[in-house]
């Protein structure tokens, strides 16, 4: 059973990997927006995975984020979420993300329950 009020909390640091320049999304030594998105993503995922019905999980289905400010290479990056919404199986997620200097960007993010095996299954018959 998910309920609402679950918290998640991550933190990781900007290394080269996770940089716009290195990741395809901009040309500069920052951290990039879609790290911040897996981020988001990872955050809430593992926030709700022990509440979750053996061999379920959740798969994301919506984001909407702003990535309001830069942060360079080195610095600790933290990610919190909170469920906000249950509706059946769609899980509604606030996520805020901040360096050591501040917000650096906020969002809503939403995830499916799905039956893990199924699912994968449905994925790998596309081939």
């Known amino acids: 059973?998910?309920?609402?009020?679950?918290?998640?909390?991550?933190?990781?640091?900007?290394?080269?990997?996770?940089?716009?320049k290195n990741v395809g999304s901009g040309a500069l030594?920052?951290?990039?927006?879609?790290a911040m998105i897996a981020l988001i993503e990872e955050t809430a995922w593992?926030?709700?995975a022990p509440a979750l019905d053996f061999?379920?999980?959740?798969?994301?289905?919506?984001?909407?984020?702003?990535?309001?400010?830069?942060?360079?290479?080195?610095?600790?990056?933290?990610?919190?979420?909170e469920l906000v919404a249950v509706d059946g199986k769609k899980l509604t997620f606030n996520a805020v993300v901040s360096d050591e200097k501040g917000e650096i960007?906020?969002?809503?993010?939403?995830?499916?329950?799905?039956?893990?095996?199924?699912f994968q299954a449905k994925a790998d018959s596309k081939r």
């Open 29 to 34: 030594d920052v951290f990039a927006t879609p």
């Open 46 to 48: 593992k926030s709700v």
């Open 55 to 81: 061999g379920t999980t959740t798969v994301g289905i919506s984001l909407s984020i702003d990535h309001t400010a830069p942060t360079p290479l080195g610095m600790i990056v933290t990610c919190d979420t």
């Open 1 to 20: 059973m998910v309920n609402i009020g679950v918290k998640g909390h991550m933190q990781i640091e900007v290394t080269k990997n996770l940089l716009a």
């Open 105 to 118: 960007g906020r969002g809503t993010h939403e995830r499916f329950i799905v039956e893990a095996e199924s």
